[in-house]
T-cell receptor, first 112, second 117 residues
């Protein structure tokens, strides 16, 4: 059974720092991995999607990497800003399945 | 851009009421999902649908039903609302695997915060 873990559960950094959020999964037979952002009381916004055949994806200050064999993904945020404060969730979609499995999220706070 | 909309952002209902949560997507996606999100429990799948009039139970279907009469609309029904159904409800849609460079990318609506008193 696929399990997705995100560490740390919460993170507080000063503005301008580069930071890394971690996501690990137990079953490497994934089709893709998706990173989301969620603001308090709101829905999930898709940030990046990495197909299983890809190693990384970039969007602006965000870079997501995928190492399927080790069951890990990282989300790198460059030059963090207070507006980046949110909860970040990763989710994996298994081959041969229908469900997306979500991690519990990392709550990020960027101090001005 | 894909757009997923939900009928209400906030809803307050009484115990025993029948509650309808509506979700509409405008990208012709076959797959649609209903989740609930609770502190400490993360996102949990209630029901999903892979085609019109088709539905499958998720991980926590008890106390809920769904309806998908049209491809763009997926409704979640609480037959008799209870206080333990107070939660954030999130709808999502997803294209099929074939022919899309963003296969299986999931898109979420803004959520409905339901309070049952």
């Amino acid at each position: 059974k696929q399990e997705v873990t995100q560490i740390p559960a919460a993170l507080s950094v000063p503005e301008g720092e580069n930071l890394v959020l971690n996501c690990s999964f137990t079953d490497s037979a994934i089709y893709n991995l998706q990173w989301f952002r969620q603001d308090p009381g709101k829905g999930l916004t898709s940030l990046l999607l990495i197909q299983s055949s890809q190693r990384e994806q970039t969007s602006g200050r965000l870079n997501a990497s995928l190492d399927k064999s080790s069951g890990r993904s990282t989300l790198y945020i460059a030059a963090s800003q207070p507006g980046d404060s949110a909860t970040y969730l990763c989710a994996v979609f298994n081959t041969g399945g229908f469900k997306t499995i979500f991690g519990a999220g990392t709550r990020l706070f960027v101090k001005a | 851009d894909v757009k997923v909309t939900q009928s209400s952002r906030y809803l307050v209902k009484r115990t025993g009421e029948k509650v309808f949560l509506e979700c509409v997507q405008d990208m012709d996606h076959e797959n649609m999902f209903w989740y609930r999100q609770d502190p400490g429990l993360g996102l949990r799948l209630i029901y999903f649908s892979y085609d019109v009039k088709m539905k499958e139970k998720g991980d926590i279907p008890e106390g809920y039903s769904v309806s998908r009469e049209k491809k763009e609309r997926f409704s979640l029904i609480l037959e008799s609302a209870s206080t333990n159904q107070t939660s954030m409800y999130l709808c999502a849609s997803r294209p099929p695997a074939y022919g899309s460079p963003k296969s299986y990318e999931q898109y979420f609506g803004p959520g409905t915060r339901l309070t049952v008193t």
